[in-house]
């Protein structure tokens, strides 16, 4: 007997362009997008997002001979992955329309999703940065210019920039106001004092970060290396031992007498570092509904390709209602993120932050069970994908800061409420029926039902915009199952009535 003869198995899912994605390309459809698909669905790209975090940063506090060094050494790939990211402008803040950088973004994290950390803050710093205009004169070319120019150097004498952002501490967390860092005027800046919990990318060459002024709470930017060439006081405690998203460095540093420059007003911190959170909780949203795509897409090719009592998978009709729930999640998670590319509705990307970010994990855990005990394999790249859903659920305000956030803004904010309403009423007598529930809760707001309220705001929108822009199936089946009841708890559940057909066809249409 043949004992070692290989059968059955699924070949590897790649040749392919990641961007063919048909609720993708209703809002971006160019050679560049394609350009970048074709290298994300290739094997060397794939091989080298494998390789970062195979081969995780190392942190080198000092050299041979004892010299303090802070420098983090990484994988070539992980250079590699950014290359491609700033080359192609996926870091470069543009005005007005963010829709072709998000769409670029969202085919390049199905790659390797680690180095989108930095390549989203460095975007992010950028309209923060611009509250101080002599800043942002200076720093604003270099974080834009398509340059990846890695190594310790004084930042203006650099072709190219990349941000990190400093702000939580062991003590508070989220809760930025009780930060402890201190920050002591002197002749040309300040020099900061203090312990960073979380410190982002912490190779990068500009750190924007919060500490306490004489006026109270400030934003500063501190530089890696002075102009003079020597190291800022900026030294490297340890790396973070994270669940997910190895192939990044994320460290706990601290600051000792580190200078600094002030971006914005004393006193006004939270509010001008706020443009920076706004930015990346975006990236967050496009990096969950990239993680969806690619679960989806893995689940599919491997039921496309693997028997079971003789059938395909993709043919028989229990894995053809995960598959099809599986897409309407993802497309639902990929239009609504396109659309707040387009629009930057304040509410609507609050509301989506905490509920597509939320509903990551649960997709990427049913995608992985489509391939069986395959998928609970390392090869299989699923339980890297697993392990990295959780991150954008928690970075830039996890469940309840973003639930309680969304409650705050219809408060404080009428207007966002009446664009949020004028969004999502009069495309569907369900979603209508939805929103006349929805009323009282939003005027009687009561935080304990913060995320019943948040996520059927979610649910609404999500469904208003599956009718304007989506497939009418996908619409369908989303309104009758998420907003009409017809549905299970677990992904699978969805009605009969179902077009399983045209669904589970335009999400991957090479099956």
């Not at 102009?227 to 460095?249: E, H, I, M, V």
Request: hydrophobic share 40%.
């Amino acid at each position: 007997m043949a004992t070692h003869e290989v059968t059955n198995q699924v070949p590897p899912l790649s040749g392919h362009d990641v961007a063919d994605d048909p609720a993708l390309l209703t809002w971006v459809d160019n050679a560049e997008l394609h350009e970048l698909g074709r290298l994300a669905g290739s094997h060397e790209w794939q091989e080298r997002g494998r390789l970062a975090n195979a081969y995780p940063p190392v942190l080198h506090t000092h050299d041979r001979y004892g010299n303090r060094i802070d420098e983090v050494e990484f994988h070539p790939a992980w250079h590699e992955l950014m290359n491609v990211a700033v080359s192609h402008g996926l870091h470069a803040y543009v005005d007005g329309e963010h829709l072709e950088r998000a769409a670029k973004f969202y085919v390049w994290s199905q790659v390797e999703a680690g180095h989108g950390c930095p390549i989203s803050m460095t975007c992010a710093a950028v309209p923060a940065l611009r509250v101080s205009p002599e800043l942002a004169a200076t720093h604003e070319p270099l974080l834009t210019a398509r340059t990846y120019d890695f190594g310790l150097r004084a930042p203006l004498t650099k072709s190219g920039l990349i941000a990190g952002m400093s702000m939580t501490e062991k003590q508070g967390g989220s809760d930025v106001r009780t930060n402890t860092t201190v920050a002591r005027p002197v002749a040309d800046g300040y020099v900061l004092t203090g312990h960073k919990w979380f410190t982002s990318a912490p190779m990068s060459d500009v750190f924007l970060t919060l500490a306490q002024a004489p006026g109270g709470l400030t934003c500063f930017l501190v530089p890696r290396v002075l102009p003079d060439g020597t190291r800022n006081r900026f030294f490297l405690q340890r790396l973070k031992d994270k669940l997910g998203n190895r192939s990044n460095a994320s460290a706990e540093i601290e600051y000792d007498e580190a200078f600094a420059h002030r971006v914005g007003d004393e006193g006004r911190g939270v509010r001008t570092i706020i443009e920076m959170v706004n930015s990346t909780r975006l990236d967050c949203v496009l990096g969950t509904a990239a993680g969806m795509r690619l679960g989806l897409r893995q689940a599919a090719h491997h039921a496309a390709h693997r028997t079971a009592f003789g059938a395909r998978l993709v043919d028989q009709p229990a894995m053809r209602n995960v598959l099809a729930d599986l897409a309407i999640e993802s497309e639902a998670a990929t239009t609504t993120a396109m659309w707040l590319a387009r629009h930057r509705s304040r509410l609507g990307l609050a509301v989506t932050k905490y509920w597509v970010c939320k509903r990551g994990p649960a997709h990427a855990a049913e995608a992985l069970e489509c391939l069986g005990g395959n998928g609970y394999i390392e090869d299989s790249g699923m339980p890297r994908l697993l392990r990295e859903s959780p991150l954008m659920s928690i970075w830039e305000g996890s469940g309840n800061v973003a639930a309680l956030d969304v409650l705050r803004a219809v408060q404080r904010e009428p207007e966002s409420v009446r664009e949020f309403l004028d969004t999502v009423t009069g495309v569907d007598r369900r979603i209508d029926d939805a929103v006349a529930v929805l009323g009282p809760a939003l005027s009687d707001v009561d935080e304990s039902q913060a995320r019943r309220v948040v996520e059927r705001m979610a649910l609404v929108l999500q469904g208003a915009l599956l009718v304007r822009h989506g497939h009418p199936a996908v619409a369908e089946a989303f309104l009758r199952s998420r907003l009409g009841g017809d549905w299970g708890v677990a992904f699978g559940t969805l009605p009969r009535s179902t077009d399983f057909a045209t669904i589970i066809e335009r999400a991957v249409p090479q099956l």
